[in-house]
């Protein structure tokens, strides 16, 4: 289905996991600010709305999406108290095929982190053909991915939680 018939910024607080004990860290790309932002403020309002403390919330900043995954890892290694980890960036195509490689290693790289890693890393990156759609998607007229990643965070969080409470049993 495609973004244009969801609203990113929905969810349902009745059906989502306590939160109030979760700790949720973000890894922000600089690239494209206004968009990488508006994404950023998005996750964290909804993460409070649903009850996280704003002192159990963490943020990096990368100077790219393609520096996400490295630091996302780093941050996998240096916070192990983390519930998940939010990887927010924006790739807009421009001229070259540069956006196809962008791309292809960031999201190569998020996906080991999370095969290998132990805390989840959620994929909160636009990759758009033009900013319009990267403005529609983050707090525009298909809401703020930024929203639907941080539940995403608290939803991941807590299978990792219950996957190591029955391990543990
Ligand atoms: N064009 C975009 C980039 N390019 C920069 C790369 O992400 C990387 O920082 C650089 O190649 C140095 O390693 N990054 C974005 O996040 N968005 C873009 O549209
Ligand atoms: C995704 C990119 O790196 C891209 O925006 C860079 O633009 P260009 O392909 O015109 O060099």
Same mark, same amino acid.
């Given at each position: 289905?495609?973004?244009?018939?969801?609203?990113?910024?929905?969810?349902?607080?009745?059906?989502?996991?306590?939160?109030?004990?979760?700790?949720? =860290?973000?890894?922000?790309?600089?690239?494209?600010?206004?968009?990488?932002?508006?994404? /950023?403020?998005?996750?964290?309002?909804?993460?409070?709305?649903?009850?996280?403390?704003?002192?159990?919330?963490?943020?990096?900043?990368?100077?790219?999406? /393609?520096?996400?995954?490295?630091?996302?890892?780093?941050?996998?290694?240096?916070?192990?108290?983390? *519930?998940?980890?939010?990887?927010?960036?924006?790739?807009?195509?421009?001229?070259?095929?540069?956006? *196809?490689?962008?791309?292809?290693?960031?999201?190569?790289?998020?996906?080991?982190?999370?095969?290998?890693?132990?805390?989840?890393?959620?994929?909160?990156?636009?990759?758009?053909?033009?900013?319009?759609?990267?403005?529609?998607?983050?707090?525009?007229?298909? =809401?703020?991915? =930024?929203?639907?990643?941080?539940?995403?965070?608290?939803?991941?969080?807590?299978?990792?939680? *219950?996957?190591?409470?029955?391990?543990?049993?």
């Amino acid at each position: 289905m495609a973004t244009s018939q969801k609203n990113l910024s929905v969810y349902d607080k009745d059906k989502l996991p306590d939160a109030k004990d979760m700790k949720i =860290g973000f890894v922000v790309s600089e690239w494209n600010p206004d968009i990488t932002e508006s994404l /950023f403020q998005g996750g964290f309002d909804a993460l409070l709305d649903v009850g996280v403390l704003k002192e159990n919330i963490v943020r990096w900043n990368v100077p790219g999406s /393609f520096e996400l995954p490295y630091a996302c890892k780093k941050m996998q290694e240096s916070f192990d108290m983390l *519930d998940a980890i939010v990887a927010v960036g924006n790739v807009i195509q421009g001229e070259t095929k540069h956006f *196809d490689f962008v791309c292809q290693g960031l999201t190569q790289g998020i996906m080991e982190l999370n095969l290998k890693g132990d805390i989840p890393v959620i994929f909160c990156v636009l990759t758009d053909n033009t900013k319009a759609q990267s403005e529609e998607r983050s707090g525009g007229i298909h =809401g703020n991915k =930024g929203t639907e990643a941080a539940i995403a965070a608290i939803k991941m969080g807590q299978l990792r939680k *219950d996957a190591k409470f029955y391990k543990a049993t």
